[in-house]
């Protein structure tokens, strides 16, 4: 699979895919790694395959029923499931083989490595128990490992402890019985020495290496010439106030001591052949493991879709070729959205308590116009289209009633970018930049961007003059793409081969109304509230160019009214609408 970046970081900022994407939450590490990626990917057999596993999860938990002890049972298993450490061949994620380093005939260094190849091995093996005969062929959920998961089982019946059993090497048992045993003398011979020191001189040893006496204690102690052959007691100074006193072994406790090490010694080499030949069979069972990793992700992340989908509706679009498609009813489709939910807006509307207008729009053209006032949504409609076609091509789905669209290589965003200054570019030089780089893409890859309102930092007719001949561009370009465009320049030279929009913008009547009210209730509403009533009075849906003509202004703007709504002083907006009418319109 092709790795490159088909997404902008600003394209993905401006159609604010986190506000969903950090919803996106797989439960196992090899899950959490591609999510971390933010793949878009462009191959249509890749994403009908993602889309595919989310409808076989999605089955699955029909077949289920109302039970959901069983999915509460994967949900757990798959959170249980650890990163393995890679130390030999290949590994395998999702589908995807990375290099990794390290020599192939590298051994685990320590049961901790083993543990974590047992507690995978074991979970994934109930995972593959917990899904039904369907489910299981269409991820491949077969587990093979019963052998080396029963060996990995003598070192601790369930998945959450490894440890070297005697099971592993007989002589095991024997040697960690006489270290135990020499372990009991030597606490035994420590005991009854601590005992005959608290019984002498008053210093308690109980469950302690050592005691901190005051001062004058410690040099009464240090008098006696028998401190450490009788008393095996060892003084020194703490501080200026105080003395540490210290229980030292006799030659006896040296000797068990030292015959204690060499059994553990022992018992190192024995554990270290153990582990080398768990890590050889294990070695021998990579090919599978590492299938493991890349079924256990695929599955993991089904899963998630899955749920996202659920908490979103959240729809698999249809996607149709570059070259303008196949059949007669097809031809020349790009992009075709009914009834598109903006997720991160209607929230917002929800929280606001405002009403949100699904966006219904076809897209048949290299190139579409959107116009609109400020405050009208034509920028809305940009990041929404962005938005479907990032959770399109990212394999999530769309939150729409039908989405179909194209398969773009290159996806990208033009206007406005708060780092610009930091850069050392003005708005405008940025722009220009960015629509060079878009261009050279252009020529070699299919390309959707999105404009928003580009070139406004510029006088306007110079900004018409360039806008129009971006478009003109863009609507001839001979390589498939989809450029949008949303702008509040009106004199825009109209180019045949492109699409014009534009917003439906206020509702005159239902305006006038709200003039009357603010007019009996004295001015009275807050900006808060004057905004609030300006959405509820604002039509955010897309019309043809043409259509209900006569609804806004002759220059099909809503600025003034909209400022007149705010409570703009009405002496400025009267002046203003003499100018649009007058001498302005005749100077521009």
Known sequence: MRRDVVCSASAWNFAQMEDVWRHFKPQTPYGRDRVAEKTVYVEPDVLASLYDDVEAFGDFVERLGPDRSRLDKISWHLGRIPRLPVLWGEATTDGQRQSVSGPKDKTYESAVDIFLYKKFLANYSKLCDLVDAKTRDHFALEFKSGDILSLLSLGGSDAETFYISEKYDSRLLEIRNSIAEIGRKIEAKRTRAAETVKETLGIDFSGRDFVTVPRATGLELLKRDDLNSKWHLYIEVNDEYSFIARLVPDSEMLMLESERSKLYETERIIEDAVIADLSERLKAESALVEAYVGIVSRFDLAKSRFELGKKYNLRRPAFVAGDRGRGQEERGIRM?????????????????????????????????????????????????????????????????????????????????????????????????????????????????????????????????????????????????????????????????????????????????????????????????????????????????????????????????????????????????????????????
Do not use: W
């Open 336 to 588: 075709v959205v009914r009834q598109g939910i903006f997720i991160p807006l209607c929230a917002e509307c929800g929280k606001m308590g405002t009403k949100y207008t699904p966006l219904d729009i076809a897209l048949n053209r290299n190139a579409a116009v959107i116009f609109g006032s400020n405050m009208g949504g034509k920028t809305v409609v940009l990041k929404s289209l962005l938005f479907f076609q990032l959770m399109a091509q990212t394999g999530l789905g769309v939150p729409a009633a039908s989405y179909v669209t194209t398969l773009f290589s290159a996806i990208d965003y033009v206007g406005d970018r708060p780092d610009t200054a930091a850069k050392g570019l003005s708005s405008f030089g940025f722009e220009v930049r960015a629509l060079s780089d878009i261009v050279e893409k252009a020529a070699s890859r299919t390309c959707l961007v999105a404009f928003d309102e580009f070139a406004q930092t510029t006088s306007s007719r110079e900004a018409e003059a360039l806008l129009s001949s971006v478009v003109s561009f863009f609507s001839r370009a001979q390589k498939p793409c989809l450029a949008l465009f949303a702008t509040h320049f009106q004199g825009l030279a109209r180019d045949t081969a492109a699409l014009y929009f534009r917003m439906a913008g206020l509702d005159v009547a239902a305006a006038r109304r709200y003039f009357g009210e603010l007019a009996d209730s004295a001015g009275a509403y807050s900006l808060a509230e004057r905004i609030k009533n300006i959405n509820t009075i604002m039509r955010y849906y897309v019309v043809p160019e043409d259509a209900e003509k006569g609804a806004a202004d002759a220059d099909g703007s809503d600025a003034l009214e909209v400022a007149s709504l705010l409570g703009l002083d009405e002496k400025i907006l009267a002046a203003a609408r003499a100018y649009r009418c007058g001498a302005g319109r005749g100077n521009r």
